[in-house]
């Protein structure tokens, strides 16, 4: 089953490589989306998949990088949209 979510992390989560933390991961397990900084500090990922690749994504991110502290995660379910890839934006 493909599944999709949005989660939005809070805490020191820019300027600690979260972003490509977040990229290798989604390689790793197969998702597709993106993840980017957003103006007020926190970093946005939208990620989809099966729903055991997302699990793992989604507690990978949980933790972050070294030298990141997530603080918190907000997770909303969306559709599904059939991205192909996982980008890295600003």
Known sequence: MVVARRY???GRVQGVGFRYFAYDRARI????GYVRN??????????EGDLESVERFEMALRN?????RV?????DDAPPTGR???SVGR
């Open 8 to 10: 939005l992390i809070s």
């Open 29 to 32: 397990e197969g998702v597709h």
């Open 38 to 47: 957003l103006p007020d500090g926190c970093v946005e990922v939208f990620a």
């Open 64 to 68: 972050g990088p070294r030298g990141a």
């Open 71 to 75: 603080e918190s995660v907000e997770v």
């Open 84 to 86: 192909v890839g996982f």
